[in-house]
């Protein structure tokens, strides 16, 4: 049984999640990973993007709706972030590299309506017990956007075995062809945004993961070289 309380951003509440039996789906916290589990989570976040919201990005709590008109513009609202001082002047060309790469690849994008997004999708937040998803937990990012983002998000930060059986269950016997350079392009818009964070947190390793993970998602992209997965993911 789990008790989580977490306080949204927008609005500075809190909300109190209880009576989710079970466990994360924490490959940190188990020692290995479950695989069927997480395959059944796939099948739940499906469900969970059966949502449709107005708007793309974090959803303000005045009006409901996400911040950018479409999924083109969140894309390009990263090239907007300055990175911090700290960070080495080869990163700093990298993530020059990584901006215009966004910028340009956003006409790319569909132009679908935006889907209820998770916005903070890892293991940790997604509880199961038995044959069963008990719980999907900290909301405190919820957003609207397209679903590939969640998936993106997911795995770059968790290990490989457990981003492919998550996407198994969320794609079923799909061959989802037409998906490989929307998740590339929002991999590399959300390795930009976490290794901007990690940079001003001075998490050195984070820092490394994810200037590793934008290098060699620019590299595939530039080769046409695109995969489900990201090359490069999380053992942390």
Request: charged letters at 20%; one cysteine or more; a neutral charge.
């Amino acid at each position: 049984m789990s008790a989580w309380r977490s306080e949204c951003r927008c609005c500075r509440r809190s909300t109190v999640e209880t009576r989710c039996p079970g466990r994360p789906l924490d490959y940190a916290s188990t020692g290995s990973t479950d695989a069927a589990a997480a395959v059944r989570a796939g099948v739940t976040l499906r469900r969970i993007h059966d949502v449709a919201v107005t708007g793309f990005g974090r959803i303000d709590p005045a009006n409901g709706g996400g911040q950018y008109a479409s999924c083109r513009d969140w894309l390009r609202a990263a090239t907007t972030i300055e990175p911090p001082p700290t960070l080495p002047s080869d990163t700093v060309a990298l993530l020059g590299r990584a901006y215009r790469t966004l910028h340009l690849g956003a006409r790319l994008m569909s132009r679908t309506p935006a889907r209820l997004l998770h916005g903070d999708l890892v293991a940790r937040h997604v509880f199961s017990e038995g044959q069963e998803i008990t719980g999907v937990i900290d909301l405190e990012s919820v957003r609207g956007g397209a679903p590939v983002a969640d998936l993106a998000g997911f795995s770059l930060q968790e290990p490989l075995e457990m981003s492919a059986a998550l996407f198994a269950g969320y794609f079923e016997d799909d061959k989802p062809v037409k998906a490989l350079m929307p998740l590339a392009l929002c991999r590399l818009r959300i390795a930009v945004s976490l290794l901007n964070y990690h940079a001003l947190c001075n998490d050195t390793a984070l820092v490394e993961l994810r200037t590793a993970q934008i290098a060699a998602e620019l590299d595939d992209m530039s080769s046409g070289d695109l995969s489900l997965l990201p090359r490069i993911t999380s053992n942390l």
